[in-house]
């Protein structure tokens, strides 16, 4: 029984490799086999599961529908059973081999990347961490074990998600450097009307808080259009006459490209700037230095 249960266990970690690497090559190397081998306990998880859980697609690998189903229970098994056999929960973070990925806006990585992978070589080199962009659709990214950390403005529902907020965020306006719009007083009606709008939204809407603090004004602005991320708009931002929008923990990446920001003349509602996590990472210990880290960087700004 304890030879069954540990072969199970073995085979659960490298399910959970096979999942984050999506690569029997990449698996191979996390864990120290050779691809023949890793080949072959990629067969026993299927005939064990009777699926065929990563799947060639084109020239690499994808995971089966009920792969992605399973994918986030499997990493926090795994992380249980990691916990269980740790004394006092105490772990040597530098022997630590995890990938963390973190959900959020491009400024995110743009602004604390660097930092965060430095203080990861520093203390934990064995931990990847990999940036990705919100997606233009909702999605439980932490439930699925898609993410492992949302960072930036939260607007998740789920009811079990942890959300901590680390300070309130104010929205700035950000212009080209000489831009007219800098010269002189700035009153509501010249911040809507002396140059076009661009906005800022993963699902391409174009009209926000700023709109409904204008038409109470009975004011409006004229929107051309909007991008997807921060970064995109800086670069748009930075060869025309449009006025953008940028967080304060944008304004470094503003800064670097010469762009100006300024306070809007509207009353804005505040933006509570955080991040969240599944529960089932309460007691990872790596995680939880995660979790630090960021509070850390986001206290910071």
């Given amino acids: 029984m304890t030879q069954s249960m540990g072969l199970d266990l073995n085979l659960l970690v490298a399910l959970d490799v096979l999942l984050e690497e ?15 081998a890793m080949s072959r306990t990629l067969g026993r998880i299927r005939k064990a599961l009777g699926d065929p859980i990563l799947v060639r697609a084109g ?9 992605l189903a399973v994918r986030a ?11 269980l056999f740790t004394p006092g929960r105490q772990i040597d973070l530098r022997t630590v081999s995890r990938t963390f990925t973190l959900l959020g806006h491009d400024a995110i990585a743009a602004t604390h990347g660097a930092a965060l992978f430095a203080r ?23 439930r699925q074990g898609t993410a492992d950390l949302e960072v930036g403005v939260i607007d998740t529902v789920a009811p079990e998600v942890h ?53 109470g004004l009975g004011l409006a602005r004229r929107v051309v259009g909007s991008v997807g991320t921060y970064p995109a708009s800086m670069f748009v931002l930075r060869e025309t006459d449009l006025i953008g929008l940028i967080t304060s923990y944008g304004r470094p990446m ?9 306070e809007i003349p509207l009353s804005l509602p505040s933006v ?7 529960p089932r990472h309460d007691a990872d210990p790596a995680h939880a230095w995660l979790r630090d880290c960021v509070r850390e960087l986001m206290i910071q700004m």
């Fill in 120 to 142: 990861a070589a520093r203390e934990a080199p064995g931990i990847r961490l990999r940036f990705l962009s919100e997606s233009h659709v909702d999605a439980p990214f932490l």
């Fill in 73 to 83: 229970e499997v990493s926090a098994v795994v992380e249980r059973a990691r916990a």
């Fill in 163 to 215: 959300v901590e907020t680390v300070y309130e965020e104010r929205m700035l306006g950000v212009v080209r450097r000489g831009h007219p719009l800098l010269d002189g007083e700035l009153t509501p009606a010249r911040f809507a009307g002396e140059a076009g709008h661009l906005i800022v939204s993963r699902r391409g809407r174009q009209r926000g808080p700023i709109d409904d603090a204008l038409a």
């Fill in 59 to 67: 020239r690499r690998m994808v995971p089966t529908p009920h792969a």
């Fill in 254 to 262: 503003a800064d670097a490209l010469g762009l100006v920001t300024f």
């Fill in 22 to 36: 999506q690569s029997v090559q990449g698996a191979a190397h996390r864990l120290h086999l050779s691809e023949p």
């Fill in 272 to 278: 509570e700037v955080g991040f969240a996590w599944h």
